[in-house]
């Protein structure tokens, strides 16, 4: 029996971002055989969007076999069932469809974007590739190789040596320490039955949150799920544990020939389901997300010229939360730019911010938030990645008015307790002037 509910009308985000006379409404459809999906129904074009965030991710790979749920996503469209990889491409140009299949630490992600008049069709064959992958060897290694070339690749920039020296620094033996689509080595390694292994692991209908937006009632819904998810299996591998983030304040330096460091920081972060989230939601905003209003964009780029871009950043892993930054500076100028962030970075947490620094960020964030709702695609996103989440279902109505329900002192309280000027880590990628090898 398929279970659907009306939740409350989201007024504001139909205002903004439907013509006047839609209704948005969230639907929660339970199918037959038991899989959720939240569901925005709107029949006013026919098209479809259905994205699936299936928990585990990348984080489920060993130290061995690091890279092998990124590489099993890649070979999802490569061939399923009785068709070879053209044969799977042409099938799906025919349909007038598209599929995405995307891997992160803490889940893999499946998107399909699909018309009204061909969704048997294309449900059909994105179930084919979620249960029936074939991983020939042929598409195996040719896509084992792309891997291996783009790492290569990466491992000439900078910014993403950076990435990944500060995540081995900060996580150790946990997973998040390895990168996501993994090493060369370890790509280099893996062989067919790793992706058999790891599609096993990942794609699971247990751990499976469902959003869907456009044009498709519940009742049409449910029997998709099923047919859709069924037959996945349930899950047999155990998620990772939390990570201890095991950082210290002070400052390391990778030597790279260039002219220009590529710098991250950060410390110890706040969990999505703290009570003081919302607070240092804000408080980021202020001290480093907020483009060229931050505090730091204007102490490090504007006032004194030390680099074109600066940013901070909530990382929400799941068992390691993490407030991070980023920047870019001359080897001449990136010795200075760290300490005026230090330097920020203390006053934030001795001082908290003021009043017009707190009206000014939630202007801009709730004004900002209803123009992430602009299509199905990303409706649907939002609904997986808030199941995902574990958030409640009227999230988007209270969001706004938990922002604005921030004060001054509730971000002098969070900034005390989250803002950690001595155990603020710096990994610099390049030729920096003025630091010791490493301190």
């Known amino acids: 029996m398929i279970v659907a509910r009306i939740l409350a009308p989201l007024a504001t ?13 969230i639907q929660e459809v339970t199918s037959p055989g038991g899989i959720d999906a939240w569901l925005v129904q709107d029949n006013s074009i026919p098209f479809l969007a259905i994205e699936m965030w299936f928990g585990g991710g990348a984080s489920l790979d060993s130290a061995e076999t690091a890279g092998a749920t990124n590489l099993m996503m ?13 044969e799977f491409a042409t099938a799906l140009e025919g349909l007038a469809a598209s599929f995405d299949f995307d891997t992160y630490r803490d889940e893999v992600v499946v998107s399909a974007t699909i018309l009204t008049q061909n969704r048997d069709e294309v449900l059909a064959l994105l179930r084919q590739a979620l249960v029936e992958p074939t991983f020939s060897e042929s598409a195996f290694a040719r896509v084992q190789q ?7 690749y990466d491992g000439n920039d900078p910014d993403r040596l950076a990435g990944w020296a500060f995540n081995e620094m900060a996580y150790g033996d946990h997973p998040y320490a390895v990168p996501s689509d993994g090493t060369l080595d370890s790509v280099a390694a893996l062989t067919r039955d790793d992706m058999v ?13 469902v959003g869907v937006a456009g044009d498709i009632t519940p009742e049409e819904l449910g029997p998709l799920l099923d047919a859709l998810l069924g037959d996945l299996p349930l899950s047999e591998s155990p998620l990772p544990g939390p990570a201890e983030v095991a950082l210290e304040a002070g400052v390391t330096v990778i030597d790279f020939a260039t002219p220009q460091s590529s710098v991250y920081f950060g410390h110890t972060g706040i969990a999505r389901d703290d009570p003081d ?58 010795a200075e730019a760290v300490d005026v962030i230090r330097s920020e970075w203390a006053l934030m947490a001795e001082e908290g911010i003021s009043e017009e620094e707190l ?46 329900a921030v004060t001054v002192d509730d971000i002098a309280r969070v900034a005390e307790r989250l803002i950690d000027p001595d155990s603020l880590r710096f990994v610099v990628v390049g030729q920096p002037e003025g630091f010791d090898a490493a301190n």
């Not at 139909?14 to 409404?25: D, G, I, M, R, S």
Request: proline share 3%.
């Open 13 to 25: 985000i139909a205002a903004l971002t439907f013509p006047a006379q839609a209704q948005v409404e």
């Open 74 to 86: 890649g070979l999802l469209e490569e061939g399923s069932g009785d068709l070879d990889e053209t």
């Open 146 to 152: 792309q891997v291996v070339s783009s790492l290569e």
């Open 197 to 209: 292994a790891a599609h096993r692991a990942a794609l699971v209908r247990d751990r499976v949150s």
């Open 277 to 334: 989230f919302f607070p240092a939601f804000v408080l980021n905003q202020v001290l480093g997300a907020g483009g060229y209003r931050s505090r730091l964009m204007r102490e490090v780029r504007e006032e004194r010229g030390l680099t074109y871009g600066v940013s901070t950043w909530l990382s929400l892993n799941r068992g390691a939360p993490m407030i991070q930054g980023g920047f870019s500076s001359s080897n001449a100028l990136v």
């Open 359 to 404: 009206a000014a960020a939630q202007r801009y964030l709730t004004g900002a938030y209803p123009l992430r709702f602009d299509g199905n695609g990303q409706i649907a996103g939002i609904l997986a990645a808030m199941q995902s989440d574990d958030m409640p279902v009227d999230y988007i109505n209270t969001r706004n008015d938990n922002v604005m």
